[in-house]
């Protein structure tokens, strides 16, 4: 079967809800083929298939700790609330529920500080996202000035939110002659997978931060 037709069969079964995982979990699905399809057509199939099946693994994982939640029942309370620990956590790996709906989760769960951080980096990855999509709305100088307090308070980003989070950031510091703003930002994007014309283009942005 080509990809075309595998996703548009499993475009069809989402709509018609044939294939039951819940629809947040095969959005999850139908996503990973769309990758897939849409790598496959650059020569990087391989590549997405690992994706794919790394994100198959993790969603098997998350539907056996569900299973093992509704077997407990009202029982084995302390161990029902280690497993909802673990599968909160596996569902915001997979980002599968609303940023609202986990912190209001992991209040009820009293998670730890540890938990609670990643909770909370989850949420704001979240708001970066809403931010991105309101660019055109608010003029991407406006964004850039946004997203730079964030930077500046210590906030960090999700790993996909990460590259925008830091080139806005390094963007506004160029703009606005902030060389410390501007080394945090570019040394974030240093560690990130950067082709090398992009690199150049950074370094002349670090170096007009700093007024040179």
Do not use: H
Not at 17 to 35: A, H, N, P, Q
């Amino acid at each position: 079967m080509g990809w075309n037709s595998l996703y548009y069969r499993g475009n069809l079964a989402y709509r018609n809800k044939t294939i039951c995982l819940g629809t947040s979990s095969f959005c999850l699905v139908r996503r990973s083929l769309f990758i897939l399809q849409s790598c496959s057509s650059f020569g990087n199939g391989i590549i997405c298939f690992c994706i794919c099946l790394v994100s198959r693994v993790k969603l098997q994982g998350l539907m056996d700790v569900r299973t093992q939640i509704a077997a407990l029942g009202d029982g084995k309370k302390e161990e029902k609330a280690k497993l909802e620990r673990s599968l909160l956590l596996a569902e915001i790996d997979l980002q599968i529920p609303k940023a609202e709906d986990a912190k209001k989760r992991a209040e009820a769960l009293g998670l730890g500080k540890d938990d609670m951080a990643i909770v909370d980096r989850y949420a704001f990855g979240a708001e970066l996202r809403a931010l991105r999509g309101k660019t055109r709305e608010l003029g991407a100088d406006a964004v850039a000035a946004q997203v730079a307090e964030m930077a500046k308070a210590g906030k960090l980003p999700t790993k996909d939110t990460e590259a925008w989070f830091w080139q806005m950031s390094l963007t506004y510091a160029a703009k606005n002659a902030d060389g410390e703003l501007g080394q945090k930002a570019f040394d974030a994007l240093s560690k990130l997978s950067i082709p090398e014309p992009m690199k150049k283009r950074l370094e002349a942005m670090l170096d007009q931060s700093k007024g040179k």
